[in-house]
């Protein structure tokens, strides 16, 4: 659905009555912050706003499905409070469904710092954003699956079991909307069984343990302090449980020194090195790479509703990139 000013307005005045925002607010004045301060994203839009207490983020989902998806990300903030160095006014969240549009919206606080791709040294910027994920990566998560999958919110399933799901809802919604033919559909259908097979057996073999992944980790995510401290982690979107070189699947393809992207991978395969003495690299950098697809028709389908060029740049990235991945007939770990 699209969030027009009349949708924007009656969340406003919910708002207003539930007290997060002050009432001497002229119409004029909300005019002005919806065309300029709305943002859109692959779930929702959203809004930077002025409370009673200081700044607020709204996020708007862009469908009534989108509840699903703010429950699980407030059942998570809980349980991150005490895990990893996030401020707790980033954790602060509201949910609430506007009544005559049944579209749920998001009410946190904003964390005011600087997003890391503005800093500047981008390598020493990539190495505490690989610390920070390292340690997201090392959280028992345990007691949180078993509250999201007792709440409805999760289902139970394998790492692979769940990315083959969600690559073969998103390639249908794709063909679907038109832009994937059946024939492209069905020819990439078979090819990501083929690698995710490949990948599930590798995994075994190794004994890879799941990890709480991001799931959307981009140096915009991460708060620090004009003197690089570090404030917080923000948009917990698509965190998963699943193989920790996904986190950094969509940095295969960077080849770029000024920005941080370029180092991220590096940097956490640096940290797991020093950890690990049976850390696998060879390995590790392979399920990078063939993650990439996936990633790409993922974040594709999340762009329909927003945004159709992203799209088809998407599909062709993913394309382009499981062309050029080849599986080995017998399957053997790297020394």
Known sequence: ???????????????????????????????????????????????LLKGKKGKIIVRIGNSADKINLYQKSKELYKFLKKKVAI?????????????????PFLI?????????????KPKKVAGEIAKIIYNIHNINFKKLKKILIKRKLLKESSWERYIQQEVLNSLKILNKEGFLCKQDKDNLE?????ILLYLHKKRLILKEKDVLLHGDVDPSNFIFTKNGKFLGVIDWDFFRFGDPAWD??????????KRINFYLGREYI????????NFNEINFRERMSF???????????????????EVT???????????????????????
């Not at 406003?12 to 007290?19: A, H």
């Not at 946190?108 to 500047?120: D, T």
């Not at 640096?270 to 003495?277: A, E, P, S, T, V």
């Open 87 to 103: 401020p707790k006014k980033s954790m602060f969240a509201v949910i609430k469904i506007n009544e005559k549009h049944k579209l």
């Open 190 to 194: 078979s090819r990501f069984k083929e």
């Open 313 to 335: 740049k998407k599909i062709n990235k993913a394309i382009r990139a499981i062309k050029k991945i080849k599986i080995k007939s017998n399957i053997v770990v790297d020394k």
């Open 270 to 277: 640096k940290i797991l090195k020093k950890k690990d003495k």
């Open 108 to 120: 946190q606080e904003f964390l005011n710092g600087i997003p890391a791709n503005k800093l500047k």
């Open 1 to 47: 659905m699209n969030i027009n000013f009349l949708i924007f307005q009656g969340i406003i005045k919910e708002l207003i009555k539930e007290g997060h925002l002050r009432k001497n607010i002229s119409n004029k004045e909300y005019i002005k912050k919806f065309k300029n301060f709305s943002q859109f994203h692959a779930n929702n839009k959203v809004f």
């Open 248 to 257: 950094f699947s969509n940095f295969i393809m960077q080849n770029n020194k």
């Open 291 to 309: 993650y990439y697809p996936f990633l790409q028709i993922n974040i594709a389908k999340s762009f329909i509703n927003s945004n159709y060029k």
